[in-house]
């Protein structure tokens, strides 16, 4: 989004994700424009949306690309769409993060995805056992016996977000102070979830724990970041062991 910035940018965005975005002129949240209503038979958008939306000189939209009647709903207006998600199989397979600077003319450089954080280091370790999919998510219990080893030491905070259940877990539930926090981690532990690639982009160093999706499509980028996989597609993330795990977080420095 920053590669498109022009003399005046608004960005539209789901809701949660208003306060990451800190180049543009205006952030709005999806929901509070009422976008969301367009071309959903029997409602209708706030009284102006079209209006204000024809008064853009472009409106570059992933939200919509997979909706025919929203784009038939915004038919005229100076919409571009563009595919919302990257190909996972065949020649077309590339990392999401590259995929979408493409689109939008980025050229062949390495994507790596930055969000500038003022942050003191804590002197603890973050652990945050959730993602939006069961089938991604390393067992509690092993991110327990994680919790026992002496990670150099650090005191050992768990993460979760409002409504997963974890005693005792920080829960910040803006996302940009959320990322503050992460980045005064001296390592972070998560799967394959938005707070992990949120973790990466802050700078803390992240071992990401992925399986059965795709760390060359999905996994979070950095310097800083270790990705532990499963050996072979769609095998269960159950599967990594503990000892794989330390190895990433000794390769980071940490332990």
């Not at 939200?63 to 571009?80: D, K, M, S, T």
């Not at 992990?196 to 803390?204: I, M, P, R, V």
């Not at 990594?240 to 795990?245: G, H, P, Q, R």
Request: with cysteine.
């Amino acid at each position: 989004m920053q590669f498109l910035r022009a003399a005046y940018t608004e960005v539209w965005v789901a809701s949660q994700n208003v306060p990451l975005v800190r180049f543009a002129d205006c952030v709005r949240g999806i929901a509070s424009t009422g976008l969301d209503l367009v071309g959903i038979p029997g409602r209708e958008p706030p009284a102006g949306l079209l209006e204000r939306l024809a008064g853009f000189d472009s409106i570059v939209s992933w939200y919509g690309a997979n909706r025919p009647e929203f784009r038939a709903a915004v038919e005229g207006l100076p919409f571009e769409f563009l595919p919302a998600l990257p190909a996972e199989t065949g020649d077309a397979r590339v990392h999401a993060a590259d995929f979408y600077l493409r689109q939008v003319g980025g050229g062949s450089e390495l994507a790596v995805p930055r969000i500038p954080c003022a942050s003191t280091p804590g002197g603890f370790a973050v652990i945050h056992p959730f993602s939006g999919s069961a089938r991604k998510n390393w067992p509690l219990e092993r991110y327990r016996e994680l919790e026992r080893v002496p990670l150099a030491r650090l005191r050992v905070r768990w993460c979760a977000g409002a409504q997963e259940a974890l005693e005792n877990a920080v829960r910040i539930h803006d996302l940009y102070e959320l990322a503050c926090w992460l980045a005064g981690a001296s390592v972070y532990i998560g799967n394959d979830s938005g707070i992990t690639h949120l973790a990466a982009a802050a700078g803390a160093p992240v071992a990401a724990l992925f399986g059965p999706t795709d760390p060359a499509i999905w996994a979070p980028r950095g310097p800083r970041v270790r990705v532990v996989a499963t050996t072979r597609a769609g095998e269960p993330i159950g599967n990594l062991t503990l000892a794989a795990v330390l190895e990433a977080i000794v390769w980071l420095g940490v332990a």
